[in-house]
């Protein structure tokens, strides 16, 4: 009997070493430390949506938790808004295009009700293209989520947040 | 005089001096006059009101407080009738003032979710809060849009807090939720700079909100008008689809 819980433990951590090992394997390997960008201005343009109908206030709320949340990083003497006269004579500037592919409406009822139903999906394209030269500096698929606490708007934030993140560390 | 069948000889008409006699026939006797009043007519003269209708003097008192009721009921109903139909009052479209508002993203120097009070005056879009004025100039407002959402009616760090009390009674709270509007608009700054901002309002309020800035120089894409028809479409769809799965 004792024999029969030995194998049984042994065999069991073999198999949970071999699943965090391959875990491990699998995680991709932290990307190579990349020159800074250094661009001193940004300028965000408004968020669009022509795939797919967004409500207003959704767009408004991406547009402005963006324009925030990018500003909170610093990285940006200047930040201007969509339309904004000044941007036109800043130097170093870059051009934030952001275009709205996926969303999702979930409940927030349905969320605090039940846990597991009514999440809130935005996924949006996002570009950063220097004026000067017209490159893209950066090109990434982000996406924001509401899974549990908040409103549907909280998404927005959540896709904010990320947004600011990758100019952390590209700038 | 009311009068249902000319064909009939004159004889076959029955006569109601009461509204409430002419009630009380029987189902058949479909032919009649009603003249409410003491004074006969010819046919009264001629026939003599219908025995079986004729009232004991003891009730007039009665019938006569039944008549002055059912007179001014009417007349309520009619007034009723008559102010549904009349378009709507001045004092009515000028609503101008939304207490109850809540901030949600946008306006510059104003927190995320701050409650208070939105008026439109002057041709300018007010926020106060705590005393503290926020003003957007309504001819800088290049749209206005209205939306409908829902809240919980606890919410803030009470209502997340209740998310921890046993027995998940934190979930069944959150059944109960309170119907609200959103407001969302897009306005121009002195740099062209473009500003979006959120509200919510209590239910019914973002429509007369958008109107006022409509109406005060706020462009917009869909009209206060095509809004409404817009709505009551939706509701109608949404009846006929009850009706449907009902059937």
Do not use: W
């Amino acid at each position: 009997m004792n024999k029969i819980l030995r194998i049984g433990c042994l065999f069991a951590l073999a198999l949970a070493a071999a699943f965090f090992a391959g875990r491990a394997l699998a995680q991709e390997k932290p990307a190579a430390p990349q020159p800074k960008l250094t661009n001193t201005s940004i300028q965000i343009l408004m968020v669009r949506s022509d795939e797919l109908k967004l409500p207003m206030a959704f767009q408004m709320a991406l547009y402005e938790n963006l324009v925030e949340q990018i500003e909170k990083t610093k990285k940006f003497q200047h930040v201007y808004r969509d339309g904004d006269q000044n941007a036109a004579n800043a130097p170093d500037l870059v051009v934030l295009h952001s275009d709205v592919f996926g969303f999702k409406q979930g409940s927030e009822e349905a969320r605090q009700v039940t846990t597991v139903v009514g999440a809130t999906h935005i996924k949006v394209h996002c570009e950063f293209i220097d004026k000067a030269s017209g490159k893209t500096q950066i090109s990434q698929d982000i996406t924001g989520n509401v899974y549990f606490l908040g409103g549907n708007l909280r998404a927005t934030l959540d896709f904010a947040k990320k947004a600011a993140q990758i100019v952390s560390t590209y700038y | 005089l009311l009068r249902r069948s000319r064909d009939l000889p004159l004889a076959d008409f029955r006569c109601f001096p009461r509204f409430s006699d002419f009630f009380r026939a029987r189902p058949g006797s479909f032919f009649f006059f009603v003249h409410p009043g003491p004074n006969r007519c010819s046919v009264c003269a001629a026939h003599g009101p219908p025995p079986s209708l004729a009232l004991p003097k003891e009730e007039n008192s009665s019938m006569n407080m039944r008549r002055r009721i059912t007179f001014f009921l009417a007349a309520a109903a009619a007034l009723l009738f008559i102010g549904s139909l009349a378009p709507p009052s001045h004092a009515q479209e000028e609503k101008t003032t939304f207490p109850d508002t809540k901030h949600v993203i946008g306006l510059v120097g104003v927190k995320h979710n701050a409650s208070g009070t939105l008026t439109v005056q002057n041709g300018n879009l007010e926020f106060v809060k705590d005393q503290k004025t926020t003003t957007v100039p309504t001819a800088s407002i290049t749209e206005v849009l209205t939306g409908k959402d829902s809240e919980r009616m606890i919410g803030g760090v009470i209502g997340t807090l209740t998310m921890f009390a046993p027995y998940e009674s934190g979930r069944f709270l959150s059944l109960f939720r309170t119907k609200i509007d959103v407001l969302s608009l897009t306005y121009t700054d002195s740099t062209g700079a473009i500003h979006g901002v959120v509200f919510t309002l209590p239910k019914g309020s973002a429509f007369d909100a958008k109107r006022a800035l409509v109406t005060q120089g706020a462009k917009t894409s869909v009209s206060p008008e095509a809004e409404l028809e817009a709505e009551a479409k939706e509701k109608e769809a949404a009846k006929e689809k009850a009706k449907e799965k009902q059937q």
